[in-house]
């Protein structure tokens, strides 16, 4: 069975640091790109950040250029976000999800994780 598993959200202060990593079973994921989403009360889901194979070339959102770094590790099946300077707004449930062609968009992701959820207090 092939699944993605979100870990290492929680609750933090504004200005506090996470550090989301998300973990692959079943087949290798060293051949897509791997990206997180975030799904925040009443809103669509939304794209953050995306991590590219081969060259490990990354592309944000706007709103966590400079706060949000995205890296990969493929001999542990894994991606991270570590997310700094936190913000309210940054409160949501975290999907990590994977896709051979896919970049900023959900539809192009076949492999979703279940989510982890990550509250930031003012």
């Known amino acids: 069975q092939v699944q993605l598993e979100e870990s290492g959200g929680g609750l933090v202060q504004a200005g506090g640091s996470l550090r989301l990593s998300c973990t692959g079973s079943g087949r290798t994921f060293s051949r897509d790109n791997m990206a997180w989403f975030r799904q925040a009360p009443g809103k669509e889901r939304e794209f953050v950040a995306v991590?590219?194979?081969?060259?490990?070339?990354?592309f944000y959102t706007d709103s966590v250029k400079g706060r949000f770094t995205i890296s990969r590790d493929d001999a542990k099946n894994t991606v991270y976000l570590q997310m700094n300077s936190l913000k309210p707004e940054d409160t949501a449930v975290y999907y990590c999800?994977?896709?051979?062609?896919?970049?900023?968009?959900?539809?192009?992701?076949?492999?979703w994780g279940q989510g982890t959820q990550v509250t930031v207090s003012s």
């Open positions: 991590i590219s194979w081969r060259t490990s070339t990354t």
């Open positions: 999800a994977a896709g051979y062609a896919a970049w900023d968009s959900a539809a192009g992701y076949g492999y």
